[in-house]
Every structure is written in structure tokens, then in C-alpha cells.
């Protein structure tokens, strides 16, 4: 609690709540996917093991 | 027949029995247990959608996937499909989507046999408005937290929306309430009742 008071690591917490706005995240978990270096999409929620291989068509 | 009141709440002791007797009526005809189960899958899909539109246009609508795969992707999105639903936020969304669906059946079923229009204050306009405001809440339920983070956050205050309980849920319960009382009152107008006026006198 004292960390919490003192605002120990009140920076680090808002670059991470910015990050997260950037990239449009609104909740956990969030999930980005790539494949071969593209881009395919993001996934809000807690994907199945299938979902994600079948997104990543693996 | 004047309009006693807009609208009454169910609190009658022959209310229930109204409402089983008006659904066995309506749902005896398979045209509107299929206007039901369209209006409930519809409503199922919007939810859906709503908690992951990039992934459904992305994926689902565009991409390269073929189409088994953009189904098995679609039917993941859905409460207990593969996108880890908490248990109860997903049995109070499958049942607000039923409820949508009973309610669109009653709200066809009104416009169809009794030639109910909107805008005259009567069943379908309660209904429909029910209906709709119920598929809001709906909709804001998935994506409800994030929503009042954003309301939060324009108030200065941020972080607090993590620390609601129910993933949600509390956003959907209201729903819930509003989509099944909107029910309530197309029953009610469909039996010429005082919150609908003239619905069954104009018949």
C-alpha cells in the first residue's frame, strides 16, 4: 500500500493504460494474431486452442 | 375504450396464465415459432458480433479463409463456443436472446392477425420499443465495461470498471427485465388490455 500512496509506479500504470488505448484494447485477455508477418486480426476474450488454429490456419 | 395508463406492470394474480395462454395461441403456429428462433438467433449474432466485430470482418466476412473454417470461426463467437463466456454472462445473454425471439414472434404475430401499427401507442409500439432497447442492452452488456470505462474515464475516474463484479452481467440483467416485461405488454395488447388500449378491440 505504501508503493500505491507514494505513486511508486503511477508512470509505469498510465504508460500501460496508454499503451492499451493505443492499440485498442478494452479488456483482458486481448489477443492479436499474426501470420507470416501480416497482420490478421485481434480477439477479444479467451480463445479455444481450435479458434486460434483455425484463424492461424494451422 | 379509453387508455387507462401507458403502460402496467404484471402484477395481477391472472397475469401468468394470460401470458401461458397467449404464448401456447401464438406458438401454435409454426410461422412464428420460426420468426422466434430467426429473432433469437439474430440476436445471439449481434451480441456476438458486438464483443468481437474486428475478428467477424476480418475473418469471418473478409480474409482468405474458406468458408468451413469462417463458420467454425463464427460459431466459436457465440456464448459457449470457444471464446471462454463466463458461465453466467452467457446463460443471461442465450436467454435475452430467446426472450427477444418469443417477443419477436408475439410482435409479428400482433402486426400479422391483429394489424397493429407502431406508431399508434398501442402493443407493437411498447413492444417494439421494448424489443429494441432490450437488443441495446444486449449489445452494451458484452461491451458494457468497456463503455462505462469510457463513461468513467470522461469523468476523470479510471481503473474502477475492472473491479465491477459479473463481467457485464449487471449491464445485461436490466435487459433482461426490460425485453421480458416489453413481452409482457404485447401479450397484454393482444388481449385488449388497459396498458395497450384497443389492440384486441381493434382485431
Do not use: Q
Amino acid at each position: 500500500m505504501g508503493d500505491v500512496k507514494a505513486g511508486r509506479y503511477a508512470a509505469a500504470v498510465d504508460a500501460d493504460e496508454t499503451a492499451a488505448h493505443d492499440a485498442g484494447v478494452r479488456g483482458t485477455p486481448t489477443f492479436f494474431l499474426f501470420a507470416g508477418g501480416d497482420y490478421l486480426t485481434k480477439i477479444e476474450g479467451a480463445p479455444s486452442y481450435d479458434l486460434l488454429a483455425t484463424a492461424l490456419g494451422v | 375504450m379509453s387508455l387507462a395508463s401507458p403502460v402496467r406492470l404484471p402484477r395481477r394474480r391472472g397475469d401468468g396464465r394470460l401470458v401461458a395462454r397467449t404464448l401456447r395461441r401464438v406458438y401454435a403456429r409454426p410461422a412464428y415459432v420460426a420468426v422466434a428462433l430467426v429473432g433469437a438467433w439474430a440476436c445471439l449474432t449481434a451480441v456476438a458480433v458486438a464483443r468481437n466485430p474486428e475478428l467477424f470482418v476480418r475473418l469471418v466476412v473478409g480474409g482468405r479463409l474458406p468458408l468451413e473454417d469462417r463458420l467454425t470461426v463464427l460459431a466459436a463467437m457465440y456464448p459457449f463456443g470457444g471464446l471462454g463466456y463466463e458461465l453466467g454472462p452467457a446463460l443471461a445473454t442465450v436467454t435475452l436472446a430467446g426472450l427477444v425471439g418469443v417477443d419477436l414472434g408475439l410482435l409479428a404475430f400482433a402486426v400479422r392477425e391483429r394489424g397493429l401499427s407502431f406508431g399508434a401507442g398501442a402493443s407493437g409500439s411498447a413492444g417494439l420499443t421494448g424489443a429494441l432497447l432490450g437488443g441495446l442492452g444486449a449489445g452494451c452488456a458484452v461491451c458494457g465495461t468497456s463503455l462505462l470505462a469510457g463513461a468513467l474515464s470522461l469523468a476523470g475516474i479510471t481503473g474502477v470498471a475492472v473491479a465491477l463484479p459479473f463481467d457485464g452481467l449487471l449491464l445485461t440483467l436490466p435487459a433482461l427485465v426490460l425485453v421480458a416485461l416489453s413481452g409482457f405488454w404485447l401479450v397484454d395488447g393482444l388481449d385488449g388490455g388497459p396498458s395497450c388500449g384497443r389492440a384486441g378491440a381493434d382485431a
